[in-house]
């Protein structure tokens, strides 16, 4: 599962669809309309990237002879040689490797370098990255919590403003039943 998937799961993400309003009540403030919520910025990829495309936008031209290859004929010689051994027969495979290809064997060794330097670039640009994401991600918490924190002030006050109301009706209908009972005669008819 990608970091973006798990965020999905957490983060609850503005839709189009407009906000239900609530009917109007009299002397009830109106409901301020939804923030416009900007779009989350992209999760930055911290697991799921691929060397090549890294090492392409890194600007690491291909090699003849690639620190990969190098790994490979390393991890062929067989394990109970020893260091030294094992250092001197890779270094000739790798000459002969080179050989074929028409490369020095320092072609592999270049390569493992410049990998390795943009390989530490990414390892180090990874905390900034997610220290950006986070930042960004609990700025628009803030912004979220204060547009709930706005919502609720308008229930409160449109519940206010209902009470308000409820009375004014309740305190118009007695004033209106005084007449009804003056003119009322005591069979229940107006006269």
């Given at each position: 599962?990608s970091f973006?998937?798990v965020?999905k799961?957490?983060v609850?993400?503005?839709?189009?669809?407009p906000?239900?309003?609530?009917?109007s009540?009299p002397?009830?403030?109106p409901?301020?309309?939804?923030?416009?919520?900007?779009?989350?910025?992209?999760?930055?990829?911290?697991?799921?990237?691929?060397f090549a495309?890294?090492?392409?936008k890194g600007?690491i031209?291909?090699?003849?002879l690639?620190a990969?290859q190098?790994?490979?004929?390393l991890?062929?010689?067989?394990?109970e040689?020893?260091p030294?051994?094992q250092?001197?027969?890779f270094k000739?495979?790798?000459?002969?490797?080179?050989?074929?290809?028409?490369?020095?064997?320092?072609a592999a060794m270049e390569d493992?370098?410049?990998?390795?330097?943009?390989?530490?670039?990414e390892a180090?640009a990874?905390p900034?990255?997610?220290?950006?994401?986070?930042?960004s991600?609990?700025?628009?918490?803030?912004?979220?919590?204060?547009q709930?924190?706005?919502?609720?002030?308008a229930?409160?006050?449109?519940?206010?403003?209902?009470?308000?109301a409820?009375?004014k009706c309740?305190?118009e209908?007695e004033?209106l039943?005084?007449?009804?009972?003056?003119?009322?005669t005591?069979?229940?008819?107006?006269?």
């Amino acid at each position: 599962m990608s970091f973006s998937d798990v965020l999905k799961k957490f983060v609850v993400f503005d839709d189009d669809r407009p906000e239900p309003r609530p009917t109007s009540v009299p002397d009830a403030p109106p409901v301020p309309p939804a923030g416009a919520a900007s779009p989350s910025p992209a999760a930055p990829q911290l697991a799921d990237f691929d060397f090549a495309d890294l090492y392409q936008k890194g600007g690491i031209p291909p090699a003849a002879l690639t620190a990969e290859q190098a790994l490979e004929i390393l991890g062929s010689l067989p394990k109970e040689l020893s260091p030294e051994t094992q250092r001197q027969v890779f270094k000739e495979l790798l000459r002969a490797k080179g050989a074929t290809l028409g490369v020095p064997p320092e072609a592999a060794m270049e390569d493992a370098r410049r990998k390795i330097d943009i390989l530490s670039a990414e390892a180090k640009a990874i905390p900034e990255k997610l220290a950006e994401f986070t930042s960004s991600m609990e700025s628009e918490i803030e912004n979220l919590e204060e547009q709930i924190r706005e919502r609720k002030k308008a229930i409160d006050d449109v519940k206010e403003g209902q009470q308000q109301a409820i009375k004014k009706c309740h305190s118009e209908i007695e004033r209106l039943t005084r007449v009804l009972q003056l003119l009322q005669t005591p069979g229940g008819r107006a006269e």
